[in-house]
Nanobody, 118 residues
Framework: QVQLAESGGGLVQPGGSLRLSCAAS????????MGWFRQAPGKQRELVAT???????DYADSVKGRFTISRDNAKNTAYLQMNSLKPEDTAVYYC????????????WGQGTQVTVSS
C-alpha cells in the first residue's frame, strides 16, 4: 500500500503561482510513476502531468509551458509548480501513484483545492 499526502493549494490571483507537494509513504518502491490530476466542479477528473521514476514527463496540452512536474526520489515527494495560473485552472488537485507492472493510477491522495480568482 502507498499513502499520498498533498499540500500547497490555496487561493491565488490570475497570473500567480502555486507549488503543490505530494509526499508518498508506505510501499514506495512499488511506485513506477507519480502524477497530478485535477477535477473542476461538474467536470471529469483529468490528467495534468505525470513523471516516471526514471524521469519521463508528460503534460496535458492545457498546462504545457506553465506547469512543471518534478520529483525528489530521496524525499519520496513529487511537486507541481504552477505558473501563470488562469481561472480555468481552478479545481481540486489530486496526487496519484501508478504501481510497477500496471497502467492504472491506483493510489490517490485526498486532494487539495486550487482556486484562481481575482
Amino acid at each position: 500500500q502507498v499513502q499520498l499526502a498533498e499540500s500547497g493549494g490555496g487561493l491565488v490571483q490570475p497570473g500567480g503561482s502555486l507549488r503543490l507537494s505530494c509526499a508518498a509513504s508506505g510501499s514506495i518502491f512499488s511506485i513506477a510513476a507519480m502524477g497530478w490530476f485535477r477535477q473542476a466542479p461538474g467536470k471529469q477528473r483529468e490528467l495534468v502531468a505525470t513523471i516516471t521514476r526514471g524521469g519521463i514527463i508528460d503534460y496535458a496540452d492545457s498546462v504545457k509551458g506553465r506547469f512543471t512536474i518534478s520529483r525528489d526520489n530521496a524525499k519520496n515527494t513529487a511537486y507541481l509548480q504552477m505558473n501563470s495560473l488562469k481561472p480555468e485552472d481552478t479545481a481540486v488537485y489530486y496526487c496519484s501513484a501508478r504501481p510497477r507492472g500496471t497502467t492504472r493510477y491506483d493510489y490517490w491522495g485526498q486532494g487539495t483545492q486550487v482556486t484562481v480568482s481575482s
